[in-house]
């Protein structure tokens, strides 16, 4: 088990005039590096051969320095963690991150210190968690059927570790679920919910206090495409998963309710998981005006959708007036942690 105090003793050894900030080059990477970059940082990209060309193809998003790995599960070597700790690494997950390193090696295994409340990616994870954390936050949530027997209106079918909307679908029967599912025991049966999608990407802050609201997406997927198949949609448009990001903002009126829900989530996770949530996470959101806001999950790290606004979001930059990706936000943060002499408050 890795301790925080294990953290804070890695942390007292670093050159702090020397952090680099590190991430997997993959997901939201060049945006943390460049962000990283725009606050004076160094910055090293762990890199597997076939993406590092990729990489090397933006000159002010491309690390300034890469640690070769053949696959990214190797991270957890301790040669490789060693070479982290030698260049004073802070490590920003990101969703790729998350998945190939698993929660559960984060907490047992990973020596190297990361951006934001470890804790807070395994409730991300864990769906009952997710959910334990957003009911406390009391935001409202699709609701769950017990068993498949009460299946009366159309429900979403998911499985564990299903991510990004792939192998999703819907049934309307209990009938209907037998046959596409077997009565597989690890379903999970949720209230299809209607409505429009809004994913809010927030950025907490224990310095501040404040929870921003860095801006807005809403994923793009194969189903969202199912009208140009009407009267007759094909199956194959049926298919959710994430293939995409496109910028959208809300009416303004809701925007009272938005901040609410991430304020609520930021004080539930303070209870639940103290220090409780740090720095970037993302509310994803389906709107109907009947029914106002359901939220369907949390991402508690750095989203995807975010790489719309390199330069800031329509909305960061009535909060910061000058270009403020979540990338750079997450570097504005180490530099103030460093000045403030409190760099622990932020890295676990
Ligand atoms: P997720 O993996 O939870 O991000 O979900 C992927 C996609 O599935 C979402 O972007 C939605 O289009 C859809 N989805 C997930 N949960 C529900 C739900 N309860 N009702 C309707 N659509 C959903």
């Known amino acids: 088990m890795v301790s925080k105090e294990d953290i804070d003793g890695e942390l007292a050894a670093y050159k702090k005039n020397r952090i680099t900030i590190a991430t997997l080059c993959s997901h939201s990477a060049l945006q943390i590096f460049h962000g990283a970059r725009r606050e004076g940082f160094r910055t090293l990209g762990i890199c597997t051969p076939e993406r590092k060309e990729a990489y090397e ?13 053949d696959k990214f599960a190797d991270i957890m070597d301790k040669g490789i963690q060693d070479k982290l700790l030698e260049n004073n690494a802070i490590v920003v997950p990101h969703g790729s991150f998350v998945e190939y390193v698993g ?34 936050a009391g935001v409202k949530m699709p609701h769950e059927y017990a068993s498949a027997a009460e299946i009366d209106r159309k429900v979403f079918i998911k499985f564990p570790g299903a991510k990004g909307g792939s192998g999703y679908f819907t049934v309307s029967s209990p009938a209907e679920f037998r046959k596409r599912c077997a009565n597989r025991k690890d379903a999970i049966i949720q209230e299809f919910v209607p409505g429009v999608r809004y994913y809010m990407h927030f950025f907490h802050s224990p310095f501040s206090g404040r929870t921003e609201l860095m801006g807005m997406d809403r994923r793009i997927e194969t189903v969202d495409e199912s009208y140009r198949g009407w009267p007759d949609v094909d199956e194959d448009f049926i298919d959710y998963t994430v293939t995409g990001n496109q910028p959208i903002i809300i009416r303004e009126r809701l925007l009272p309710e938005v901040l609410r829900m991430g304020k609520a989530t930021v004080e539930a996770s303070k209870k639940l998981l103290p220090p409780g949530m740090l720095g970037p996470f993302c509310l ?65």
Do not use: C
């Open 284 to 348: 994803e959101t389906v709107y109907h005006p009947k029914r106002g806001f359901t939220v369907f999950e949390i991402s508690a790290r750095i989203v995807a959708g975010t790489n719309l606004y390199p330069n800031g979001s329509h909305y960061s930059y009535y909060v910061f007036e000058e270009p403020m990706s979540t990338g750079r936000r997450i570097a504005r943060e180490i530099k103030i942690g460093l000045e403030m002499g409190a760099l622990g408050k932020i890295v676990y």
């Open 57 to 69: 193809s933006f000159p002010f998003a491309k690390p300034d320095s890469f640690l070769m790995v």
């Open 103 to 136: 929660p559960e090696n984060l907490e047992k295994k990973f020596r190297v210190p990361i951006f934001g409340n470890r804790k807070t990616l395994e409730w991300e994870r864990d769906r009952a968690k997710q959910r334990k954390w957003l009911e406390a």
